[in-house]
């Protein structure tokens, strides 16, 4: 059984509907646009116990339709937490040795201040008048719960796609409060590829009548319809074609011949619907807007000259990234970039691909060699942090 740490004094408990915790910053963010946010709410969950020395910590962050409930049932679909498979006693993120914390980033829709909270300066929702945000600006906002839980130094901070990013972002923005790094299958800029495909989700929703420019919480709306489609031409990208055919090669969907028509003939078409119809009814639609356009600026070699092995400059921080050799989203040779330069910069890094046909998802799944890639890396940093076993 995973055992919740209790809230320190300062963070209330989530609302009932979201449960967790819940700290509100009223220190002003500034964020990378120009623009600061006066005040802000960092929603959060935990797991196992923070120890005496605070040197335990350890820091999950999401992907982009992820959120901070990683190790509990989800509130909305009833799901296990998204790394159930890795975290509870014994296992690769053991509840029995580390404190893991893991927050709804900045923008987001469980609880963390986003595009659908209200402004207090006007009393509605901020839709589009929420400043655009980058993953620079979730990770200072990230910082500001660590703080809090009076953590000086995590032992590790660990996360997959988007949140390989926000790992890759912690290590360049407090190095010195980083003593491990594990992105995973992420890469140190986005792509055209990848801003193409998050242009094609925006404009699906832009496209919903019932997106109202952006307003649509003030006019009773929801644009469903411009979102589902958006989550099914995501979720394309996170399997593999290896992946598509095992599960659904061209079988159809409970019928034995075509229909000639354009309802889910194939399984394949079915599956790509529950998953679109499934997400809206956890996820806010302007929130997607915000988390694509997040991503698609980052480019943590644009900050140091144009050159990536100057990000990481004296850097003690110990990084292992893990890639999947039939993850076309990120591949392999996106995330080789990291390590180059990591070598170039002589920081302590380690690298492996892990064969396997699952596609980007594969880090979300029960993946044998990147479990023991993982608890293998966290064992040695263990080892070297004195976080011995009792």
Not at 117 to 123: K, S
Not at 265 to 294: C, K, P
């Amino acid at each position: 059984m995973t055992v919740i740490a209790p809230p320190s004094p300062l963070s209330a408990p989530a609302p009932a509907d979201r449960p967790g915790f819940r700290l509100t910053v009223t220190e002003p963010l500034a964020l990378d646009s120009g623009q600061s946010l006066a005040s802000y709410d960092i929603a959060y969950t935990t797991a196992g116990t923070l120890n005496a020395e605070r040197t335990n910590a350890i820091l999950i962050c999401h992907a982009l339709t992820g959120d901070q409930y990683f190790a509990q049932p989800h509130p909305i679909t009833g799901k296990p937490g998204w790394w159930d498979v890795l975290v509870g006693p014994g296992k690769v993120l053991d509840t029995d040795r580390y404190f893991l914390v893991c927050a709804n980033v900045l923008g987001g829709c469980m609880g963390s201040t986003g595009p659908a909270d209200i402004d207090p300066a006007t009393g509605k929702a901020w839709s589009l008048s929420f400043p655009v945000i980058t993953i620079g600006d979730m990770v200072r906002a990230q910082k500001q719960l660590i703080d809090h839980l009076g953590i000086d130094s995590l032992f590790a901070v660990i996360g997959g796609s988007m949140g390989g990013m926000q790992v890759l972002q912690w290590a360049l923005s407090y190095p010195d409060r980083v003593f491990a790094a594990v992105p995973i299958a992420t890469a140190p800029r986005h792509s055209a590829q990848n801003i193409a495909f998050h242009e094609v989700g925006r404009q699906a929703i832009m496209a919903d009548a019932n997106w109202c420019g952006g307003d649509y919480i003030a006019q009773g709306l929801r644009p469903e319809r411009g979102l589902a489609v958006a989550r099914m031409a995501a979720h394309v990208t996170y399997l593999s074609e290896q992946a598509l055919h095992r599960k659904f090669g061209r079988n159809l969907q409970n019928r034995d011949a075509i229909s000639f028509g354009f309802d889910a003939d194939f399984q394949v078409e079915n599956y790509l619907r529950h998953q679109g119809n499934s997400f809206v009814d956890r996820f806010d639609a302007n929130s997607y807007l915000y988390i694509t356009r997040a991503c698609d600026y980052f480019d943590i070699a644009a900050e140091h000259g144009g050159v990536l092995a100057n990000a990481f400059k004296n850097t003690k921080t110990r990084f292992c990234s893990i890639s999947f050799t039939s993850d076309w989203l990120y591949p392999t040779s996106e995330n080789r970039d990291i390590v180059h330069a990591l070598n170039a910069s002589a920081a302590n890094v380690s690298f492996v691909e892990v064969a396997t046909d699952k596609g980007h998802d594969a880090f979300l799944l029960d993946e044998p060699e990147f479990h023991a890639t993982l608890r293998g890396f966290i064992e040695g940093c263990a080892q070297h942090r004195g976080l011995n076993k009792s």
